[in-house]
Each structure stands twice: as structure tokens, then as C-alpha cells.
């Protein structure tokens, strides 16, 4: 009986908990900044792309997080950032993107690739750009849903961003509509 016990706590699951529910050690209140869930109705997790998050300017308000690669590489520290837009109308994504599309080369990126894609499920359409004159290249993630419009957008230094784009891909790999 006595080795009952001993056994028992070998084979014991660890408990992450506090003693009171919702308190300050509680899970529930416990602050993290690699889940992010918007009002909008999705969810994204960095948790795997060991990237920080950073609390976007309050003079953008269709910018709702980013995330920065904690490399400085060529001057500059690759992020992701996350803005969403409100449609007045729902259209398919094809239309959605056309629009988009006709904005690059006028302020000075070359298309490289584009290309639909599904993400967990959901219909997702992606941009790889790259700045003509500077130095930046960019991927943006288009998601689409009704009236809402969900845009990740990579950018980082165009000698590092095949590096830091395994990163973004993680982060953007873990989209998810809510509702």
C-alpha cells in the first residue's frame, strides 16, 4: 500500500492552477501577448514564431497587432502587422484582391508572386512584393469573410526576408475565424 502512493505521484499530471479561480496566478487572467483574439472574429498565435508582440499606434485603428522578430538584420527588425478593413459590401476575394493589386506598382513595388491559398480551412490570397527603389519586400495575406477583410502583412530588409518570412509563415499559419 505504501509504494501505491509513491507510484501514484510518479504517474501524477502537473496542475496549473491557482487556489482561488481568476485570481492574479490564475491562467485566466495570466497575460499573454502570442494569442491574440480581435473583435473582428479571429485568432492568430505567435507562440511558435518566438516573435513580440508590440501595442500598435492608437492613430491607426484598423491596426490591431504586431509582431516583431526579436534579429536585427540589415538594419532593420522584420515584423507583422495586422489590420483588418470593413467592407461596404461583401465581394468575392478575386475582386477584393484586383483592387489591391493595381495599387502596387504605383507606389513603387513589383508583384513577384500571387497566388490563392487556404489556411486552416479558410480561403486566404497571397502578395509577395518587393519595393523597386528601396529595400524592403513585403508578403501580405489577404483573409476574407462576409464584410470583413483581414490583412497580414511581412515586411522586412529584401537580403533577410527569405529568413525572417519562416517566421511570418508561422504566425500566419495559425489564422483562424472565430466565428
Given at each position: ?57 492608437r492613430n491607426i485603428p484598423t491596426l490591431v497587432a504586431i509582431y516583431r522578430n ?27 484582391v484586383k483592387q489591391w493589386i493595381k495599387d502596387y506598382p504605383r507606389l513603387g ?71
Open positions: 500500500m505504501r509504494y501505491f502512493f509513491l507510484i501514484l505521484s510518479f504517474f501524477s499530471a502537473t496542475v496549473n492552477g491557482a487556489p482561488i479561480p481568476a485570481t492574479s496566478s490564475s491562467a485566466v487572467v495570466k497575460s499573454t501577448h502570442d494569442y491574440f483574439i480581435s473583435k473582428m472574429g479571429f485568432s492568430i498565435n505567435a507562440s511558435n514564431a518566438q516573435w513580440t508582440s508590440e501595442t500598435p499606434p526579436p534579429k536585427v538584420e540589415h538594419g532593420m527588425q522584420a515584423s507583422l502587422s495586422i489590420r483588418y478593413d470593413h467592407l461596404k459590401q461583401q465581394m468575392p476575394m478575386k475582386q477584393f513595388f513589383e508583384i513577384l508572386s500571387s497566388k490563392p491559398l487556404k489556411v486552416n480551412g479558410s480561403a486566404a490570397f497571397l502578395i509577395d512584393t518587393i519595393h523597386r527603389e528601396g529595400s524592403k519586400q513585403l508578403r501580405q495575406v489577404v483573409f476574407l469573410k462576409e464584410k470583413k477583410a483581414v490583412i497580414l502583412t511581412c515586411r522586412d530588409h529584401k537580403d533577410s526576408f527569405e529568413k525572417s518570412v519562416k517566421g511570418c509563415n508561422e504566425i500566419i499559419r495559425t489564422f483562424k475565424w472565430l466565428i
